[in-house]
């Protein structure tokens, strides 16, 4: 019997719980979360990659937005400078949060499992990250 992918319900996400039950989420944000339900593209550049990781970078001006990304490797991120966000995850939540330069927060995910989300710079600086997954993880990389 095969079983299907299960939301990471468990991750240690960070930020203020703002809205639940896909409050606010607009037809175009919806519509983005099926567009890219299986993108892997977890950053904005890739930096490197070879067998044994990937390593991405995310950066977004004031307002900007990174769509909608799946999350299947080990991974981390760290924030390079402070900060705030906005995301939404596949669950209907929404959340906000902050960061400080340095903060780092790993993910480890099981057979199956995933994160599904995006996020969207609400503070008045660039908000910048390194994101480095682990290829060798219990589910295969995504393709790119």
Known sequence: MTSTPDFLTDAPLAGELVGTDFEGWTEDLRAEFDAHSHDGHVGSRLLSENDRV???????????????????????????????????????????????????????FGAGEYLLHDIENVGGGDLVFTTVEHVDSANPPLPL
């Open 54 to 108: 990937r390593v991405w970078e995310i950066r977004l001006a004031p307002g900007e937005r990174f769509h909608a990304h799946r999350h299947v490797l080990d991974y981390f991120w760290t924030a390079i400078n402070a900060g705030r966000s906005r995301q939404h995850t596949s669950d209907g939540t929404t959340r906000e949060v902050s960061y400080g330069a340095g903060e780092t927060r790993h993910f480890t």
